[in-house]
T-cell receptor, first 110, second 118 residues
Framework: RKEVEQDPGPFNVPEGATVAFNCTYS??????FFWYRQDCRKEPKLLMS???SGNEDGRFTAQLNRASQYISLLIRDSKLSDSATYLC???????????FGTGTRLQVTL | DARVTQTPRHKVTEMGQEVTMRCQPI?????VFWYRQTMMQGLELLAY????????DSGMPKDRFSAEMPDATLATLKIQPSEPRDSAVYFC????????????????FGPGTRLTVT
């Protein structure tokens, strides 16, 4: 089983739609969780950290379910500029290194 | 606006040649990571350093790859000899780790070095 698993997509949604991605992780001792965004031929960029209580940043909402070991990202009112690959990231238990999922590709269309 | 910088941005070389990639982490960050990204494998961790000391290089082919941090402002990744299968984008990232709890915080990536070995 991979340490971090994501549906690769692509998710094709119209502008204005709401879309949700899920990610599961295998290490129950993981403490830090993030969503990164990667545009084509660019570096990954931090989108948001994920906190136990859930957190929101504008149109983006992240949730963490420790019992089921999954993380979700909800994007409301999708924009064309949201088209990218979204990487789920988890730290390896108490170690300082992060493990990246292979990403979920989102394509927002007119 | 603090950023991680990497040089060169692009490198094309012939099989058997030595390749050196350089990274300048964000000032004040205590952890530096080297990743490789390919279409097939995604983002793979090659090696990382905390306070300039190598902590884990298990993801790196030891026979041809080496990573060092000669000082706090410079990290290097060297491939000697290079092979076509090394063609990939190599990212450097830096971040902060709480030294007591080892809780990791977010990492910030450089723009990457796109390596092509022919």
């Amino acid at each position: 089983r991979k340490e971090v698993e994501q549906d690769p997509g692509p998710f094709n949604v119209p502008e204005g739609a709401t879309v949700a991605f899920n990610c599961t992780y295998s290490n129950s001792a993981s403490q830090s969780f993030f969503w990164y965004r990667q545009d084509c031929r660019k570096e990954p960029k931090l989108l948001m950290s994920v906190y136990s209580s859930g957190n929101e940043d504008g149109r983006f909402t992240a949730q963490l379910n420790r019992a089921s070991q999954y993380i979700s990202l909800l994007i409301r009112d999708s924009k064309l500029s949201d088209s990218a690959t979204y990487l789920c990231v988890v730290n390896a238990g108490t170690a300082s290194k992060l493990t990246f999922g292979t990403g979920t590709r989102l394509q927002v269309t007119l | 606006d603090a950023r991680v910088t990497q040089t060169p941005r692009h490198k094309v070389t012939e099989m058997g040649q030595e390749v050196t990639m350089r990274c300048q982490p964000i000032l004040g960050h205590n952890t530096v990571f080297w990743y490789r990204q390919t279409m097939m494998q995604g983002l793979e961790l090659l090696a990382y350093f905390r306070n300039r000391a190598p902590l884990d290089d298990s993801g790196m082919p030891k026979d041809r790859f080496s990573a060092e941090m000669p000082d706090a402002t410079l990290a290097t990744l060297k491939i000697q000899p290079s092979e076509p299968r090394d063609s990939a984008v190599y990212f450097c990232a830096s971040g902060l780790v709480n030294p007591v709890s080892t809780k990791s915080y977010e990492q910030y990536f450089g723009p990457g070095t796109r390596l092509t070995v022919t």
